[in-house]
């Protein structure tokens, strides 16, 4: 590695210590390939003894220092490293480990006066580099995050602060970059202190960008005059979408109205106080989702923070409020809140603030029991009453029942956010025909996860298959539907369909399932996939010719080397699922080096401006030049969208490469059986020319069964045809008759019956492609590296 190259390296681990994904940059840093390592324990990198890792991580929700770990040729390095833990709302936890390799971003140091306002400053500040990797922290935004500068030195965003917010402000700072203009991100980094964050160019005198300045500011406080403080809370706080959001607001209607100090922590799924009071004798284990105290109060000294876990120890005043479902009011003296108090870190807040009177009120609805809510005075010297307590209760109920509907949609949206993942590509193919580039952004509406998909499939002949789909519809319902249909179009495109036949067998496939879940569920939206829209391409590198069909799906849009940005005119076929009406393929020549870009419609449909105005940002997006396809991909979504959308949006970018004329060899055969010697003769040729003459007795055999096969069964003319590409060989043999070959057993004592069995042994895959006249019998083998 050279030192002035940086990257970063991840690594996920669950609960268990195994592994479960691996970077580039990981196997770049260590040495191991990711399939070496992942579903393998977490320790066996590590070049000292597991049990203080272990101990280290205990009970954390986020680590960082020095690790010694084993490169694959036995070297140890002392790595810096960060580590996360993460909750998805299912509850299921894993850690997200991450460390900046090489020379690390050391940005020049300004005048005494100009350094003394960045470090301190009373606002987070941070400076970002080009490649939006953190150059500068200063104090104040060491402590909101708790981290040290040098551990997040090198990172980007996502990686120092992980969740929505930091990818958001993370594709805001591209923005930033490209545009030369600031930008606001309302989301905070740290939700406890509802902060907005402003992104800001830095530039030079000759107004080039340098890097970006981050500074995260309190926003202004609601003005609006509350006069009834029960009937608020609950038109808000209960309607808010958002877990926290709605935890917040019950804290913020709270304190200082009624206490001067408020918790609330809720529990990974709702429970029945029975549940709960069978599991009494153990800790009861919650998520802090709002957290309050009066101005001149450091909220911190509670000691878990928002969306951190806590815990509270058996017959501690929250534990005994969620087992018997009942509200309390305590004196701090009170035997059973001094025991808590002195043996509990939890509690700690009591004696920090002086904590006179406490109030434990439970956070009920529909029966279940969603969490607790912690009040204390210290300010104000009156103890709660039996007021404040019915008043308190109040409060949690208008709240507990928006709590229960924003818990609700959080977890179905995880699980529908897991489902599309998991039915989503996880990594591209290997294939020479196209440079890809993708990006899937999910809907920021209460409507829930779309059914946009994307696919890369190689195909026979070198050829690589493109395809994106939208199905109507949100939710799980719309994720499933879209996993069937995308390995109906991969089992198509796998026989080697047409692209106008692929999308005539698909709209059959969708009347079908349109009628089978239309005769279990009348009432059900959009059954079976109706409406779906779907882009079908077909890319040869060998003509460099492109076929594509579509089903209702948005054109696509190409960039030629010269900058020329335009649609193809791709007919516009009916949605999936109408039936009866056809679809037209389109053929088009695409130069090498050319952008072929496919996207879903909510790339287009931004509330804040029109169809027209979408379409100049695309092409003015597109057009510029950009080192690297991803450079590309996030200059469209910055550009396109100022929020997150309202639909999901699927986008993928292609760079066409071609197979020049030195790749590929083709010979016009005689339909008769003494060609087979020549062609023979010709694949021994062609192979010693590209230096595999390995792989020609291999290769000869499988083009004397193939031509044999096609002189046989099958009518001139017959061609034969070597495709070179990478380290792999194709064979494929031509003939006018549109007849499958079937592959049989042969009998002991038959003369023939076993060239296409041969075959099958002797080649990694191999098939029949048909054309509009004839047909092309195909053999790909792997070749041996170096």
């Known amino acids: 590695m050279e030192r002035h190259s940086t990257y970063t390296a991840t690594a996920t681990i669950d609960e268990q210590g195994i592994l479960t994904s691996w970077s580039e940059g990981a196997q770049r840093l260590l040495g191991y390939e990711s399939s070496a390592v992942v579903g393998r324990p977490a320790t066996t990198l590590l070049a000292a003894e597991a049990g203080a890792a272990r101990r280290t991580l205990a009970g954390r929700e986020r680590w960082n220092g020095t690790v010694p770990l084993r490169h694959r040729d036995g070297r140890r390095l002392e790595l810096g490293l960060l580590a996360h833990r993460r909750t998805t709302g299912t ?13 690390r971003p050391q940005p020049p140091r300004g005048e005494p006066l100009e350094e003394w306002t960045f470090i301190q400053s009373p606002f987070p500040l941070a400076i970002f580099d080009t490649e939006q990797r953190l150059m500068r922290a200063n104090r104040r935004l060491e402590r909101v995050l708790s981290l040290p500068e040098a551990a997040m030195r090198g990172l980007r965003l996502p990686h120092i602060a992980p969740g929505p917010a930091s990818d958001e402000a993370d594709g805001a700072m591209r923005h930033v970059l490209v545009t030369g203009e600031p930008r606001e991100v309302q989301a905070g980094l740290v939700p406890d202190l509802d902060q907005s964050t402003v992104l800001t160019p830095l530039k030079d005198g000759t107004g080039t960008v340098r890097a970006v300045c981050l500074a995260a500011h309190r926003r202004s406080p609601r003005s609006a005059t509350r006069q009834d403080t029960a009937g608020e809370t609950g038109s808000a706080a209960g309607m808010a979408p958002d877990l926290r959001r709605a935890a917040q607001e019950l804290a913020e209607a709270t304190v200082p109205r009624i206490a001067d100090f408020m918790t609330v922590d809720l529990l990974d799924s709702p429970q029945t106080s029975a549940d709960l009071a069978d599991a009494s004798a153990d800790p009861v284990v919650l998520r802090r989702a709002a957290l309050r105290a009066v101005p001149g109060h450091d909220p911190s000294a509670a000691g878990a923070r928002v969306g951190e876990a806590t815990a509270y120890e058996p017959g501690s005043p929250p534990a005994e409020c969620l087992a018997t479902g009942h509200s309390v009011l305590y004196d701090v003296l009170d035997p059973i809140v001094a025991g808590w108090a002195a043996v509990d870190p939890t509690a700690a807040w009591l004696r920090a603030y002086g904590t006179h009177s406490l109030m434990v009120v439970p956070v009920l609805a529909e029966g279940n029991t969603l969490g607790v809510a912690v009040l204390g005075r210290h300010r104000r010297p009156q103890p709660f009453g039996p007021e404040d307590l019915r008043l308190a209760g109040e409060l949690t109920a208008g709240a507990a029942t928006g709590l229960h509907s924003a818990g609700r949609y959080s977890r179905a949206r995880t699980t529908t956010m897991a489902l599309q993942r998991s039915l989503l590509p996880h990594s591209l193919p290997d294939q020479a025909a196209l440079d890809i580039a993708t990006r899937y952004l999910p809907a920021a509406t209460r409507a829930g996860v779309g059914g946009d998909w994307f696919d890369v499939i190689p195909l026979s002949g070198a050829r690589v298959a493109l395809v994106v789909g939208d199905v109507v519809g949100h939710g799980i319902r719309a994720s499933a539907t879209m996993g069937r249909l995308r390995t109906a179009v991969r089992t198509l495109a796998d026989v080697d369909l047409p692209a106008d036949e692929l999308l005539t067998h698909l709209d059959d496939l969708v009347l079908r399932l349109a009628a089978d879940e239309g005769s279990a569920d009348p009432g059900a939206d959009s059954a079976g996939g109706i409406g779906t829209t779907c882009l079908y391409a077909v890319y040869d590198p060998v003509s460099r010719r492109c076929t594509l069909a579509r089903a209702g799906h948005p054109p696509p849009a190409v960039v030629t080397p010269d900058g020329t940005v335009r649609f193809l005119d791709v007919p516009a076929g009916p949605p999936l699922g109408l039936g009866g009406l056809p679809f037209e393929a389109f053929e088009t020549e695409l130069p090498e080096g050319s952008l072929l870009t496919l996207y879903t419609d909510g790339l287009l449909e931004a509330r804040d401006h029109d169809i027209d105005e979408a379409l100049d940002k695309l092409f003015a997006a597109l057009g510029r030049p950009a080192p690297t396809l991803d450079t590309i991909c996030d ?63 291999t ?36 003939d006018s008759s549109g007849t499958t070959p079937h592959m049989r057993r042969a009998r002991i004592f038959d003369e023939g019956g076993r060239g296409l069995l041969l075959v099958a042994q002797l080649a990694e895959r191999w098939g029949t492609r048909h054309d509009r006249v004839g047909k092309t019998v195909w053999a790909e083998q792997s070749l041996p590296a170096g």
């Not at 509850?91 to 020379?103: I, K, S």
């Not at 060609?675 to 010693?688: E, G, I």
């Open 91 to 103: 509850g299921a936890t894993d850690w997200l480990v991450v460390t900046a390799v090489g020379d």
């Open 635 to 697: 200059r469209v979504l910055t550009e396109m969208l100022s929020h997150r959308p309202d639909d999901d949006i699927a986008l993928l970018i292609a760079r066409t490469r071609a197979l020049h004329t030195d790749r590929v060899a083709a010979w016009d055969l005689d339909s008769e059986p003494t060609v087979v010697a020549r062609a023979r003769k010709h694949t021994s040729d062609q192979l010693s020319v590209w230096g595999l003459d390995e792989a020609s007795f």
């Open 699 to 734: 290769t000869e055999l499988m083009v004397s069964e193939l031509v044999t096969n096609a002189i046989r069964y099958g009518r001139p003319p017959i061609q034969l045809r070597l495709i070179h590409q990478n380290s792999t060989l194709i064979c494929e043999v031509y």
